[in-house]
């Protein structure tokens, strides 16, 4: 750090900050302190430690006594420093914005042992439980019914691969802990598509066959065109968090055919295929939560659409759903399937 005085100029109808300090072989030197806040007539005169960026033309640190006048601004370079140093990051964070271009400026997943582009995965066990604990109390808190249970992927699961990304393929990681999760609302539309397939035999695009039924609408809501009012449906269903660290591991889909979809060239062992790697989660228990709140007591309070069979309704919904049709991408190759046997509560 620089030391200096401070001197405050008034130009253009407004006060400046002026730092003199003295330079070896040029003598007193004055530098104007972009961006310092509050600038008052009272900082005339007093001593300061100050220092410049990386260009060396602005003041990007200014102290005067235990007072600091500016907020340190994080640069780009500074930013990609600290993605790289810090390990205890938000893991999403150190996937999705490190600067992991290769040569050829293409962005790619690389693997190591225990990590993924350099970054590795070690999810705090701690803080998972502290936030299922809290999750938990504030369930317990609401004044609606809730239930849960608990499941594991059977082999892998990935939600979110074709989400935008710097990559050719992306997962869903919480923005908040940077772990892998399910979103509600992808939960919500497996549920509401095998329900209509294997429930009510309605394999339609609109549902509209299971539309009309009572407990789909109960559960899911409608639009008003379906010849009810519109209803946003009863049932919430949360996003699934993890319930302890979940494992990340590499994966590797090889499309052969590229050129034949892209460019309408005739299929053939000729073409060569191309590698994609994407992210998946390996292991890991993850804990589904349903609530139901009865808005302006609508639902009646016994009978096959009181609240608790609602709930109870969709929650056999979900998991057989989870069970037999899986959640995320590629389930048509195995992946997304839980196991929730003995998990249910």
Known sequence: MKKGKLKVKEQDGKLVLIIEYRKARRGLMEREALNAHPITDDLSGKDCEFDFDASGNNVKVLHC???SLIQRSFTQ????????????LNYALKVNK???SDNEGKFKYYFEKKAING????????QIDMLNCRRERMFKSLNHPYTSFTGSPDWRLVVGLGNPSVYETSITLHHIYGFPYIPGSAL???????????????????????????????????????????NKGFVTFHDALPIEPPTPAPDIMTPHYGDYYGKKV???????????????????????????E????????????????????????????????????????????????????
């Open 188 to 230: 919500k539309g497996i549920t509401s598509h095998w329900a209509a397939r294997e429930v009510y035999q309605d394999d339609t695009k609109e549902m509209k066959k299971a539309l009309k039924e009572d407990m789909f609408r109960a559960v899911f809501g409608n639009l008003k065109e379906h010849g009810h009012e519109a």
């Open 77 to 88: 370079d500074d930013i990609r420093k600290e993605l790289r140093s810090n390990s205890n």
């Open 119 to 126: 970054c590795e995965f070690n999810f705090d066990h701690t």
């Open 294 to 345: 009865n808005r302006e007591n609508t639902l009646p309070d016994t009978g096959d659409l009181c609240p608790d069979n609602v709930l109870k309704t969709a929650k056999e919904w979900l998991i057989a759903a989870l069970q037999m049709g899986g959640v995320g991408a590629k389930s048509a190759v195995g992946y997304g399937y839980f196991n929730i046997k003995g998990e249910t509560d």
């Open 98 to 100: 490190r600067d992991l």
């Open 266 to 292: 005739p299929p053939g062992d000729y073409l060569d295929p191309n590698r994609i790697s994407f992210l998946t989660v390996k292991e890991g228990k993850f804990r589904f939560y349903l609530t139901i």
């Open 65 to 67: 006594g235990e007072k």
